[in-house]
């Protein structure tokens, strides 16, 4: 498929690096599209010449949309811009520019870089992950009060893990049991009272079993949780 009004050279060197183009006119109507990987085709509706550029991307991106249009008019130069479309429980993440060709049409050439975005996410969580095994390390280390260090150790845990709550339960050697020794981010005081034998409960067996165990819905497994009416005010899912 070929441009109107674009030069041959110059399409051509798009097509070897670009995956999306659109020609606009200078109200951001688009009068041609082209997407060389079909991968992208679903993102819009199907057709969608004449319709605006501003229609077609979701509304959160509109004001972005019009000060580029409006940039890119005024001052005749390229404009970068950056945005993510969600498809299909995935973001796709875009690097575009917005160029003038003449003064009644504007080229907006996109590149999705998700895979790019997502390698880079990657490796600032595993930069991020080493920065808490580090501090945890100079912690243990130093000899801190075991209730501070405790503390600092479940910080770290819910930045690290992502989750909204986590406890300690520590094994007494007299009398055998799980007992509560730290925890953050809950609501109640509801583990705090904690005395478990091993192989009783989800920490018991976790303990006996020395083995992860996952829940993925609380709501549709709650296990022994359910006769705590305290700990289904917490509403937690996992």
Known sequence: MNFSGIDPAFEAILQTFTDTNFILAPDGAILDYRSNNPALLHLFPNPIQSKNIK???????????????????????PVSLDYVLPVSNRDYWFEARL?????SKLMLIARDVTE???????????VQQMSILRSIDLAIASGLDLHLLLSMLLDRVLTLMHV??????LLNPKTNLLEFAAGKGF??????????KLGEGCAGRVALDRKMLNIPDLRKDMVEFDRSPMFLKENFVT
């Open 187 to 196: 609501h109640s005081n509801i583990l705090q009272h904690t005395r478990l």
């Open 99 to 103: 160029i003038p060709v003449s003064d």
């Open 164 to 169: 909204n709550a986590a406890s300690v339960l």
């Open 55 to 77: 229609e077609i991307f979701p509304s959160r991106l509109t004001g972005q949309l019009e000060h580029a249009l409006n940039a890119a008019k005024e001052t005749g130069n």
């Open 116 to 126: 790019c975005q997502e390698i880079k996410v990657k490796m600032e969580r595993q």
